[in-house]
């Protein structure tokens, strides 16, 4: 166990569980306003979802790929706002052109210029013109409103209402809008199934979720900020972006202790009081942040007899959330020279949910980072593609299930990139079972859903049933990105100390 050198304290003022990038964020504020933290992280590195590996003059990033809500509109640029408070200043590097996509008939590539995408699609449809038109000056709309709401935090019904009696000129869409989803926007315009299925599976490809359950804010944030703020990966893999974080962390006075796997958050007359290790080490703390997601904090942390019932059946009946297959190749660059954008997304089927349609994404960092790859002919593909748990929940025959996926995987994308499994040397692949194994999330999933609408709502926020107790990552912060997870982090912070009393700015 390592922390900076340091040995391990048996008390601490905030412990936090978890080396992702919401922890680290928290831990570093508070302890740049003088309290003593801990981190304790399970793995022999931080990062969690943004960690990398290198194998064969390629290096690679784990899982975290694409960055949205990077970009410099206030106040939507959760990323830059969360790194500014501890004065991290990585280079973000622009995903340029943002995404390009390719369906069973047609390709087109969505362009920073959303005129010129409008012009495209509109030269595959042009019975929706204007349709389209009016669907993207609604987004457009929606975008505008969340740029006026002055401060962020998840936001229950109450706290819409309160936003709007405070900000009256927001009031009516706000309320409106709240309630609306990607599925009632396209009421409106009547678009094809094909339409649809395009931006269900593009807004897919960043959440996993279905149009019914994406609210139509996210889906303005999502397709109207592909546009005006694009994407970004950071120069060095976005596990560059936590050693930054790290160093900061570090310089704070933070000890961040590795391999120290916490198995049970210690609870007393309904206050946590710090955490048990696996080897029984009890580390006490004032208050302890759970970065794992809010599932696994009430479900595996903390014993059961702990919680009031309400709070043990909102997560019995918490809904099973979908996870990935990743798949990394080093392909022969020649293979490559059609592809215009260093993120690709694949829609072998024209279906309305991303489970049907197969969706199969594809990120290339070298096409951004060219120091990524050693030697100039190949590039290092990042290949995701959505999967229903359970399939890989009876763990036999595993690695024949993995080899019949590559297998999937390669003949599908011959399709968008003739001859690429000659083109490419199969690098590793991992199953939900490695994200879960890394991440420690439950299989391997973004998070179970919170509720069949994961946006504005029911999002837990940082503070929760048991006094003491806080979580700080992407299943606090609505929008489920690294962004938002960096974001959620600074919440945490910030929570913690307007309650000790003290003032922000901090
Ligand atoms: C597979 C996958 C891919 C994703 N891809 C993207 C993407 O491309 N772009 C994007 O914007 N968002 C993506 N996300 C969303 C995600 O919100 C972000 O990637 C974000 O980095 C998550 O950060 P976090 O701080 O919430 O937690 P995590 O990164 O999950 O970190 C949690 C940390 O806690 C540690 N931990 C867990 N349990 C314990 C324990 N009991 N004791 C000690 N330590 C523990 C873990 O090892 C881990 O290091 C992805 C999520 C997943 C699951």
């Not at 109450?158 to 009421?187: G, Q």
């Not at 596990?239 to 198995?263: C, H, M, P, W």
């Not at 929940?393 to 990139?417: F, Q, S, Y």
């Amino acid at each position: 166990m390592t922390g900076n050198g340091k040995e391990i304290k048996n008390k601490y003022e905030v412990v936090v569980i978890g080396g992702g990038i919401g922890g680290l964020i928290a831990a570093t504020i508070l302890a740049r306003n003088g309290l003593s933290v801990a981190v304790l992280e399970k793995n022999s590195y931080p990062g969690g979802v943004l960690s990398s590996f290198e194998k064969d003059g390629c290096i690679f990033d784990n899982f975290g790929t694409y960055i949205y809500g990077a970009g410099f509109a206030e106040p939507v640029n959760f990323l830059r706002q969360a790194l500014s408070v501890i004065d991290v200043n990585p280079e973000l590097l622009p995903v340029e052109p943002p995404m390009e996509v390719f369906t069973p008939d047609k390709s087109f590539t969505l362009l920073r210029d959303r005129k010129e995408f409008l012009r495209e699609l509109n030269e595959y449809f042009p019975s929706f013109r204007r349709e389209l038109s009016e669907f993207y000056s609604e987004l457009e709309e929606l975008y505008e409103i969340l740029l006026e709401i002055p401060y962020y935090k998840p936001m229950g019904r109450f706290s819409v209402l309160k936003t709007a009696i405070f900000h009256p000129h927001l009031s009516e869409k706000l309320i409106l809008n709240s309630f609306n989803t990607l599925n009632s926007l396209y009421k409106r315009y009547g678009f094809s199934e094909e339409l649809k299925s395009i931006f269900n599976n593009i807004v897919a490809h960043f959440t996993l979720l279905r149009s019914y359950e994406v609210p139509a804010f996210i889906s303005a944030y999502l397709l109207i900020g592909l546009h005006r703020e694009g994407l970004y990966y950071t120069r060095g893999t976005n596990a560059y972006l936590v050693k930054e974080i790290v160093k900061a962390a570090q310089a704070a006075g933070v000890s961040i202790f590795t391999d120290s796997n916490v198995r049970e958050i210690f609870v007393s007359n309904n206050y946590a009081r710090g955490v048990i290790l696996s080897n029984d080490r009890v580390i006490h703390a004032d208050r302890v942040i759970s970065n794992t997601t809010s599932y696994r904090t009430f479900t595996k942390l903390i014993d059961r007899k702990y919680l009031s019932d309400n709070v043990r059946h909102s997560y019995d009946v918490i809904e099973n959330a979908d996870s990935f297959f990743y798949l990394y190749l080093k392909t022969d660059k020649k293979a490559l020279r059609h592809i215009k954008s260093p993120n690709i997304l694949y829609i072998p089927r024209l279906s309305e949910t991303y489970d049907k349609s197969d969706i199969v994404r594809i990120f290339i960092p070298s096409m951004i980072d060219n120091s990524l790859v050693r030697g100039k002919s190949h590039h290092c593909l990042i290949i995701s593609t959505p999967q229903d748990v359970l399939g890989w929940k009876d763990r036999t025959h595993t690695e024949k299930k993995k080899e019949a996926m590559t297998e999937k995987i390669l003949n599908g994308l011959n399709n968008i990139i003739p001859g690429i499994r000659e083109a490419s040397s199969v690098i590793k692949c991992n199953s939900p079972l490695e994200i879960e194994e890394i991440t420690g999330r439950e299989d391997g999933t973004f998070g179970r859903k919170m509720d069949f609408r994961q946006g504005l709502y029911n999002r837990g926020g940082n503070k929760t049933a048991l006094e003491n107790l806080y979580l700080a990552g992407d299943s606090t912060f609505p929008g489920q990105g690294i962004a938002m997870a960096a974001y959620s982090g600074k919440l945490c912070a910030e929570l913690i100390i307007r309650e000790r009393g003290k003032k922000l700015p901090i």
